[in-house]
């Protein structure tokens, strides 16, 4: 993979870890509530989900770029479309605001708990993978590529929680978040109608 091929999947990986979510929402609620233990461990383990279902999708693609490279072609355009429609899910997204996090208490099984949860619980989170991630996989990817996005994907995650919760337990991150909710909803959403529009311009 080159460096330019890695450095667009490194950003667009950032930018969907970034977006306000369910994810985001999670992981400041166990930091509130628990403290910056807890949103650590739910950081963490919601990285290990989504790395899970970027190995899946990469092995999957693969498997199917070798063997049916039509249903490949198919699966690339179904993904373009879906990646538009994040994009214009995101833009409209923005005109909403910043978002809410409710403070309750937690300790750290339930933060493991729900970090692995959310990711693994989000059957929308592989739809999004297969959508983005046929976009890096070619039929030559090595062996190392393949565990290079992987690994991507998984520490990008897992490195934004993270910050989220160190920062979290001890400033005021959340209200610059959620003043700037709108903003990065409106990034985001380019973003993935830019890689829509890629691939369907060839």
Do not use: E
Not at 87 to 98: D, P, V
């Amino acid at each position: 993979m080159s460096l330019q091929l890695w450095l667009s999947l490194l950003a667009i990986c950032a930018l969907g870890a970034m977006s306000p979510g369910p994810s985001l929402a999670m992981v400041m609620q166990n930091t509130l509530g628990g403290g910056r233990r807890c949103g650590v461990i739910a950081g963490v383990t919601h990285a290990l989900g989504v790395g899970l279902y970027a190995g899946l999708t990469v092995l999957g693609l693969a498997a199917v770029i070798v063997h049916q490279p039509w249903l490949y072609r198919l699966v690339t355009w179904g993904g373009a479309c879906y990646l538009a429609w994040l994009g214009i899910q995101a833009l409209r997204a923005s005109g909403s605001g910043g978002f809410s996090v409710t403070h309750r208490s937690s300790d750290w099984r339930r933060a493991m708990r729900d970090g692995l949860l959310v990711a693994l619980g989000n059957p929308k989170l592989i739809v999004f993978f297969v959508a983005l991630l046929s976009q890096f996989v070619s039929a030559d990817l090595s062996l190392a590529g393949r565990w290079l996005i992987v690994a991507t994907a998984t520490l990008v995650d897992g490195g934004w929680y993270v910050l989220v919760a160190l920062l979290l337990s001890h400033s005021r991150v959340l209200p610059w978040l959620q003043r700037h909710a709108a903003w990065i909803h409106r990034l985001t959403g380019l973003v993935l109608l830019g890689l829509a529009a890629r691939v369907a311009l060839g």
